[in-house]
């Protein structure tokens, strides 16, 4: 019983990082490994992003940072059930993400940043991303590198947690 205790403790743990992507980046996510991480970024310098990445039970988490002269802060959930709930006060933009019609929930947070949900599907998998930084045009300049990574420009053959 303890220890079925402590993994739901741990899933639910992981679940509210998912969903409160700026609460910060839980310590089970760790560093990719140096071909799991270029297989993972495609054309992405891997100079670009800091990644890290929380494997689950049925669902992978990845972390990015961006590194300057980049700005902003990525994530998305990999798996079969996000939960994906977009902001009631957030503004629809369509947009793409890498060859993916996006529909992004935009809103402005408390603190005057930007922060962009969305929800694509991708080999019967959902990614529920959001990509936040202070301004509009870090946020754009995010988009434009996340979309260059290898999940959102070709169909994966992995599942997740079998992923890069």
């Not at 990525?74 to 939960?83: A, K, R």
């Not at 045009?137 to 997740?160: C, H, W, Y």
Request: hydrophobic share 40%; charged share 20%.
């Amino acid at each position: 019983m303890c220890g079925l205790v402590s993994v739901l403790i741990l899933v639910a743990t992981v679940t509210v990082s998912a969903q409160d992507r700026w609460a910060g980046v839980p310590d089970e996510a760790k560093p990719m490994a140096d071909q799991k991480l270029a297989e993972f970024l495609g054309s992405v310098p891997p100079t670009a992003i800091t990644w890290r990445k929380y494997i689950g039970p049925d669902f992978d988490v990845y972390y990015g940072h961006a590194n300057p002269p980049l700005s902003g802060d990525t994530s998305f959930y990999l798996g079969c059930c996000s939960g994906f709930t977009p902001e009631p006060q957030s503004s629809i933009v369509e947009g793409k993400l890498g060859r993916f019609p996006v529909r992004w929930h935009r809103r402005i947070t408390d603190d005057d940043s930007v922060t962009q949900n969305a929800l694509i599907e991708i080999d019967h998998h959902e990614v529920d991303i959001a990509i936040s930084a202070r301004r509009q045009q870090e946020v754009d300049q995010l988009v434009a590198v996340v979309g260059r990574l290898a999940i959102f420009n070709k169909v994966p053959k992995t599942s997740p947690s079998s992923s890069p």
